[in-house]
């Protein structure tokens, strides 16, 4: 089987660096990912796999971070123009993005479930001469967002899966999931998954990510550690416009309200008990040099090694958040637009995947875990799995990075996508195959 496995996906693979790279040219934040959605589900749909979309695979209350309706028409339209058809849209609704794939063979056996994410960032990409996206054509159309995360290659790794799980399902039992989430970044759509059940009944769980900690092209971390919880929270302040020179005295700057809130917050001592994190990304503020500022905007994140570290970090923020608008006489409005929450990988199923990866391949560098250090949406699946008896991990596929994760410049070798789906197959089989 292991030759078979290796066979079909040697046939499938110059269509998954496709994908990946029509994926990459069309990049969609979070909650907008229409074009994408619609993409999965059409190809899982020709190759006879039960699909579900919108409000079957996403709770609509449940959705964390969605962005105004202007934004969500625009991205509808702009999905509509690029051929979209209103079938698809309308399943989708306003911002319901997210696909749920699944085969049952028919056979008694497991309920295996794996996750791919499928956002992308709103960063700039890079066109220098030396960026391979913008070399050979595959560059963002969209500026001011790019897929500088990887998961344009999740979302290819999860089509190469669907593609040589469909070849292999005569010699496969149980049933299988293949869930592609909206909104990862800024960990705001996971939790949405879980409330419609998509990971109900699951026995086994798996997601991977392309880099992060694992920079050397064929490693493979069969899980990972320091998954870090988060919050992301958007302060509005308001104040009290006057004439910077007639009648500051009337004033209630936003603007000073805002900047003593940045330098404070990251005041905030790190935790003694693990890694604590805490960063302030974006600060608008003022109408004119002339004026005091009567408006300023914030966004935030604090994150921990464990949830009661990152609840430590965000009731810190909210008290000097709103201990700076008292100090200026201004009205703070707190919004918390995404959390995530720590998790921890099943030994059962890093032992497994290490098993199968040496077997399958001796030239692979395995290594049973790397630390994560940064914060996950896949954990919310994680964990509902665990709490109904079930088992989780997540794997991190090594690759050579052109420059970090968020960076304009980011890009991965694509032989890793290979890499993920074959490893993938092989751990497929070995829980679900008809002979083991």
């Known amino acids: 089987m292991r030759e078979i496995i290796a066979k079909e996906v040697e046939a499938v693979q110059q269509q998954i660096v496709n994908w990946r790279r029509e994926i990459h040219r069309h990049p969609e ?135 040589v799980l469909m070849k292999l399902r005569d010699s496969l039992t149980g049933t299988f999931k293949l869930i592609f989430q909206p909104a990862e970044e800024g960990c705001r759509g996971a939790k949405a998954m879980v409330e419609a059940s998509v990971v109900d009944g699951v026995d086994y769980f798996f997601a991977c990510h392309l880099g992060v900690t694992a920079r050397n092209n064929r490693q493979i971390a069969c899980g990972v550690t320091e998954f870090l919880a988060s919050t992301k929270i958007d302060v509005e302040l308001e104040g009290v416009p006057a004439h910077a020179a007639l009648a500051p005295h009337e004033g209630r700057s936003a603007l000073l309200a805002a900047a003593t809130i940045a330098l404070q917050l990251h005041g905030i001592p790190r935790h003694g008990e693990g890694i604590s994190r805490i960063n302030v990304g974006i600060l608008e503020a003022g109408e004119g040099r002339n004026i005091v500022p009567a408006f300023a905007r914030l966004q935030l994140e604090t994150r921990g090694e464990t949830n009661e570290i990152n609840q430590f970090m965000t009731d810190e923020a909210i008290r000097i958040i709103r201990s700076a608008a008292q100090m200026y006489q201004v009205q703070e409005h707190i919004h918390i637009v995404g959390q995530g929450i720590s998790a921890t990988c099943d030994q059962e199923l890093i032992d497994l995947v290490s098993a199968v990866a040496s077997h399958w391949d001796s030239d692979l560098k395995v290594v049973p875990t790397l630390p994560f250090r940064a914060s996950e949406d896949a954990t919310y699946l994680m964990e509902a799995v665990q709490k109904q008896g079930g088992k989780a991990t997540y794997l991190l596929i090594g690759t050579e990075l052109a420059a970090g994760h968020h960076n304009f410049s980011f890009d991965f070798q694509e032989e890793s996508l290979q890499t993920a789906v074959a490893l993938f197959a092989n751990v497929m089989y070995r829980l679900a195959g008809k002979n083991m």
């Open 29 to 163: 934040i979070g909650w907008t990912e229409y074009q994408t959605t619609a993409k999965v589900a059409d190809i899982l749909e020709e190759l006879g796999m039960h699909v579900q979309m919108g409000a079957e695979v996403i709770a609509p209350a449940a959705r964390m971070g969605v962005p105004e309706e202007k934004i969500l028409d625009a991205a509808r339209k702009h999905a509509r123009e690029n051929g979209v058809s209103e079938a698809r849209l309308e399943q989708m609704g306003n911002g319901l993005t997210g696909v749920v794939g699944t085969y049952d063979t028919g056979r008694p056996g497991p309920t295996i479930a794996f996750r791919f994410d499928m956002d992308a960032l709103q960063v700039r990409e890079a066109e220098h001469a030396g960026h391979i996206p913008a070399v050979q054509g595959f560059r963002s159309e969209y500026e001011g967002s790019m897929h500088a995360c990887g998961h344009d290659g999740h979302t290819a790794i999860g089509l190469g899966l669907a593609m």
